[in-house]
């Protein structure tokens, strides 16, 4: 792999990442026919270099932690940037939990005769090569590289430009890795620039690249979709909605309203939204607000709501739009579910949304007609995701509706081709 | 639906296009909740209407044939154009069979319980907005919003402006169908200008549209694909390859080589390109060269080729890259079954490609390691097709890897949301 110097002209960094294309699609036609062990093995060996190199990534994490001091990275960022052991650590479970996940590859299904006589049926193959451009967390290599591998998938990665000493250090275990167990170097590939030229390069080489995944904030992932063409699987943060019906379980309704918004308040399966129905806005409003305030969570009401909850500010329209990542909860009592479903369909990021309610077919309605990833019954919003979900791993959350939706395991890495086995059949 | 004059300004494009996502946004949420027998009835009175209106379709429909007459429309344009009873009766029995179909609608499968105790699997549910952009064959009006009403979705139709009359003489049928069934009328709906800038921005309201599904040329579906702010469902047209292995039963090989190429030239699962081992060389290529030549078909060879066929003239590089569409075949004489694949995953458009073999070992390889929507063992290329699939019926073929591969019906314009049932069910 070679350095770019930032002074590369632009037409070097389309000649380099067209190198890196060129080389993963040959790479990903190797892994498509690598076998289930090979992959495995090659988890396997990343997670040994991995341990065995616990110095050279300490030492390369403290150059981009160094400079990125020096740079003014705010707290945060410098916390996800930071390569501490126990994330090494982490990042060595992870492969080995990927590496016993079963093989999406190779499955067959659907196999039918059809009246002609052949049979048809389903493969499930790779996608091919996907680039994965994420913010400055070196744990994200290791964790997108591993579940494209176990998906017969070559990966280019590329990282924030502050994390690229650590980025490599990664790089080398993987490559070793890759070398010890006869996979090409190509599988998986980090773009060695820090130049923002390579990520305008990388969404646009279709040839090269067959989907694109961003990770990180909302700019970045809109940006993306925006100038790419490739595909793009997309996870976006959520605007997750909790609706207590008229018929809701007083005490469901308190335990999921509470765990959806304050068991983490980070997370974009967090409930920002509260909807309640009138009839039961007297016998719940004041309880839950209870528990919300003894938390330190701050309402932001519709009139009615504020006239039970008396402490709650006004809400304003873009309340109901908001993902406040935050201890803050939009509530909103409304007429009933027609209005739930509407308001929902409107203002919701299309994530997550829970009806609390013992009304059989108010769940049913709900469940058809809201529009969003997950939609579920008297369940906390915070189920949301690969592991509770049992997809084993998860490379994000889609929030569209096209290929993989909701959670995204490692069967939203791979697409199916028709097979058709015949006997010298022939169209009449 | 308003009338937009050719004068009209591109805003009033904007706002007329507008004014119809919005529409469609609304009937996609009155579809998403219609039952099964509410779509049914509407497919089966959309027919009725059709055939009660022959007379007014007809003479829509010559209006459109005489001023393609004058502008010059040639003989292919003219002949996709017309609207003959003949093909009447067809759109009113596809209808039919449209609506005898499954629902793949509200499907829900593998529910099964996780160690929180929640339940969780997929239901099946309509895209939403679909919008279809084709050219000037209105007996794909029908065809296209028949699919699109029975999979849920709210259609946008926006047909080449020379089958003007003939569309708006259709969708009256729909109109009255969709109002007779108590469905929005806006479920279906036909643009009603001839401004091309009525695509520009139906590709470009991913608010109110959900997919986008290009039917026609090549030169249209690229444009589209590159200029669309919404996801494509994209079939292209097809350089399909077939592979007569060193093992070949040359009997089989004969048939489905020659199936493959005459049986109809100018479809996308038509064979465009034979490889032939070496091995088999000899003993295959003077028969099928001699077949090929009495229905007429015209040889591009390799050197190798024209040795055994010194009547085939020399295939130049394009010739692998070719679709004919027409009685003309490239034919390449390949050292094995690496070669094979190498130069299908190289030259292919990633349509079809079927291999003639009786090794067990080499059949396996190719299904696997050829990167192609359909893959065949001993069957015509011919057979890349929905209905010959078993899946009633047929959108396009989808040379993407992305959501729908290889021939689209009802359930590629369909997707699958997480639904979760819990008791209460909060994440510790």
């Known amino acids: 792999m070679t350095t770019v110097s930032s002074e590369a002209a632009q037409q070097d960094v389309q000649a380099y990442m067209q190198s890196v294309g060129k080389a993963a699609r040959a790479a990903s036609r190797q892994l498509a026919r690598a076998s289930t062990k090979m992959r495995n093995d090659a988890l396997l060996a990343i997670a040994e270099q991995l341990g065995n190199s616990r110095e050279s990534l300490a030492e390369a994490n403290r150059l981009d932690m160094a400079a990125g001091r020096d740079s003014g990275l705010d707290a945060a960022l410098l916390d996800r940037l930071e390569l501490t052991p126990s994330r090494i650590d982490a990042m060595i479970t992870g492969l080995r939990e990927v590496a016993a996940l079963p093989d999406p590859i190779g499955e067959i299904s659907d196999?039918?005769?059809?009246?002609?006589?052949?049979?048809?049926?389903?493969?499930?193959?790779?996608?091919?090569?996907?680039?994965?451009?994420?913010?400055?967390?070196?744990?994200?290599?290791?964790?997108?590289?591993?579940?494209?591998?176990?998906?017969?998938?070559?990966?280019i990665l590329r990282g924030g430009s502050e994390a690229l000493h650590s980025n490599l250090a990664i790089a080398e275990c993987i490559s070793a890795a890759l070398a010890s167990s006869g996979l090409d170097a190509a599988a998986v590939q980090i773009v060695n620039t820090a130049d923002r030229a390579a990520v305008g390069e990388l969404i646009t080489m279709p040839d090269y690249v067959d989907v694109i995944v961003p990770r990180g904030g909302k700019g970045l992932i809109e940006r993306i979709s925006r100038d790419s063409k490739v595909p793009v699987i997309k996870h976006l943060d959520g605007n997750c909605h909790v609706y207590v019906d008229a018929d809701a379980d007083l005490t469901k309704a308190l335990a999921i309203t509470f765990n959806s918004k304050t068991h983490r308040y980070g997370t974009c399966n967090t409930a920002e939204s509260l909807l309640v129905d009138a009839a039961i806005a007297e016998a719940f409003l004041p309880q839950i607000g209870e528990r919300l305030k003894a938390a330190g969570v701050e309402i932001r009401g519709c009139d009615q709501t504020r006239r039970y909850l008396p402490d709650a500010s006004a809400a304003a329209e873009a309340d109901w739009f908001e993902e406040y990542l935050a201890p803050i909860i939009a509530v909103k009592v409304i007429s009933g579910l027609d209005e739930a479903i509407e308001h929902i369909n409107?203002?919701?990021?299309?994530?997550?949304?829970?009806?609390?309610?013992e009304n059989y077919t108010r769940a049913r309605r709900f469940l058809t007609e809201v529009d969003s990833s997950s939609v579920m019954v008297n369940a906390s919003t915070r189920f949301a995701d690969g592991f509770e979900y049992g997809l084993g791993a998860e490379i994000g959350i889609s929030t569209d509706k096209l290929h993989a939706r909701g959670p995204v395991g490692l069967q939203g890495l791979t697409s199916q081709k028709y097979i058709v086995f015949g006997d010298g059949h022939i169209r009449g």
């Open 346 to 357: 409107t203002y919701s990021s299309h994530h997550t949304e829970s009806i609390v309610t």
């Open 111 to 155: 196999m039918s005769y059809r009246p002609s006589g052949i049979q048809v049926g389903k493969m499930r193959v790779p996608l091919g090569v996907i680039g994965i451009i994420y913010e400055s967390r070196p744990n994200v290599t290791v964790e997108a590289a591993s579940l494209c591998l176990k998906s017969g998938n070559a990966t």
